[in-house]
């Protein structure tokens, strides 16, 4: 599923990026094909798990929340109060949320709903926030690229702050994948 979300964001930004006229490098396409190879080496179940074919209607789900998270970012990217928008998004997304918790049972606990709703309005607007501030400076291809990052902070933050180990595949693909983004945006220096 990850695969699918990750590759339809990439996607939906190239595709527009290319039919708005921007054009990838060699340097740029080399460094988008490492990010997700290092994805799909991260992600993709491992050799010999009896993987099963998978079901059309959940990938297709993934599908349309990558394109959407994609064109989200294209938004977001060219607003001029990329903040506000933001801020008014995530209270949208809150109050369309809130009538859910009346189909469980169970009432949340405290402590869990402080954290979810410090991991929404803190860390992810934050993270949002921060991005439109970077994404103007940057061509979609990097745009793109930077996007594949996302899943090697989650399993870092895994390892760090839930214990998790650091297989040979998180270390690999991790690596492969930020080589891969940071190998358009490193500009050579010239000779002096």
């Known amino acids: 599923g990850a695969l699918i979300l990750f590759a339809c964001v990439q996607a939906t ?11 990838l490098t060699r340097i740029g396409w080399c460094g988008l094909g490492l990010a997700v190879g290092g994805l799909v080496l991260l992600l993709a179940p491992s050799p010999g798990t009896g993987g099963e074919a998978v079901p059309l209607f959940p990938a297709a789900l993934m599908a349309i929340a990558g394109i959407t998270w994609g064109v989200y970012t294209l938004i977001g990217r060219g607003s001029s109060d990329a903040t506000g928008q933001t801020a008014r998004n995530f209270l949208i997304a809150a109050l369309l949320v809130a009538p859910m918790l009346a189909l469980d049972s169970a009432a949340p606990r405290w402590d869990g709903a402080l954290l979810a709703v410090l991991s929404g309005t803190v860390t992810s607007a934050l ?36 214990g998790e180990s650091a297989g040979w595949r998180l270390i690999l693909g991790g690596a492969i994948i930020l080589g891969g983004i940071a190998l358009p945006l490193v500009r050579p220096t010239p000779p002096s």
Do not use: H
Request: net charge positive; proline share 4%.
């Open 127 to 162: 993270g949002y926030v921060v991005w439109y501030m970077v994404t103007p400076r940057l061509g979609l291809a990097s745009v793109a690229s930077v996007q594949l990052g996302t899943p090697v902070v989650a399993a870092v933050g895994g390892v760090v702050l839930l």
């Open 13 to 23: 930004i190239l595709i527009v990026g290319l039919a708005r006229g921007e054009r």
